[in-house]
Each structure stands twice: as structure tokens, then as C-alpha cells.
């Protein structure tokens, strides 16, 4: 049974190592998300930073633009704040899921041995140690 209780730990670990690595990639996308907003935002302070003829006439859908690359990257920054939170939970709960399993698996040893000392104790009782040549 505690074997089985074992295997069943295992698994469920398993399944917590991919959560973990999935809020990681979650983080991961939304970090690149928010570094393409901020080049994009300084390719257009860039534009409008130059001296050219044409940025008058597109200076009002470039404000408009900027503003809404602002808008996007707050918006951005609290999404990427709820998943770093996401990320140290998960972390935390691999690390229970992690010392349980260890801790079973403690157990299970421990329960072999002591199974495979009884066995020893008992044969030796009988006489049948047949380890001896």
C-alpha cells in the first residue's frame, strides 16, 4: 500500500514540476511581451525625434499610438506582476509536494528494511541461514 501511496506521490509530483515550469513559461511570454512594447515605443520616440517633414502629419496617430503602447505595457506590468505571484506559489507548492515525497520515500525504506530484518531475524531463529557456505 505504501508503495502504491508512493507511485501515486511521484506522479502527483510530476504533474507540480509541469505547473511550475508552465507559470515560468507564462512569465517568460509576458516578459517578451512587454520588452516588443518597449521597442516598439522607442522606435516611435525615435521617429518623432527626428527631424523629417512627415512628422507633423502623422504626430497626431503617433501620440495616439504612443498612448495606447503606454496603456498596453500598464496593463502589461500588472499581469506580470500576478504571475511572478503565481510563479513563487507554485514554487512553494513543489517544494511541499517535494519534501513529501522524499519523506515517503523515507518511509518506504525504512519499512523494506525493517521487513527484510525480520525476515533475516526469523530465518536465523529457524536455523535456515543459508548465507553461510
Known amino acids: 500500500m505504501t508503495e502504491q501511496r508512493l507511485k501515486s506521490v511521484q506522479r502527483l509530483l510530476s504533474l507540480q514540476k509541469q505547473m511550475h515550469k508552465l507559470a515560468e513559461w507564462r512569465l517568460l511570454s509576458l516578459q517578451r511581451q512587454e520588452a516588443d512594447l518597449a521597442a516598439r515605443q522607442k522606435d516611435l520616440l525615435g521617429y518623432l525625434d527626428k527631424e523629417s517633414v512627415f512628422t507633423g502629419l502623422f504626430a497626431k496617430s503617433l501620440f495616439a499610438r504612443l498612448k ?10 500588472l499581469r506580470t ?21 522524499d519523506n515517503l520515500a523515507q518511509k518506504v525504506l525504512q519499512a523494506r528494511a525493517d521487513v527484510e530484518l525480520a525476515e533475516t531475524v526469523e530465518r536465523s531463529a529457524r536455523g535456515d541461514d543459508t548465507s553461510l557456505p
Do not use: M, N, T, Y
Not at 84 to 91: D, I, N, T
Open 68 to 77: 495606447s503602447i503606454d496603456e498596453s505595457r500598464a496593463e502589461l506590468a
Open 81 to 101: 506582476r500576478d504571475q511572478e505571484k503565481e510563479v513563487l506559489e507554485e514554487c512553494r507548492r513543489l517544494g511541499r509536494f517535494e519534501r513529501g515525497a
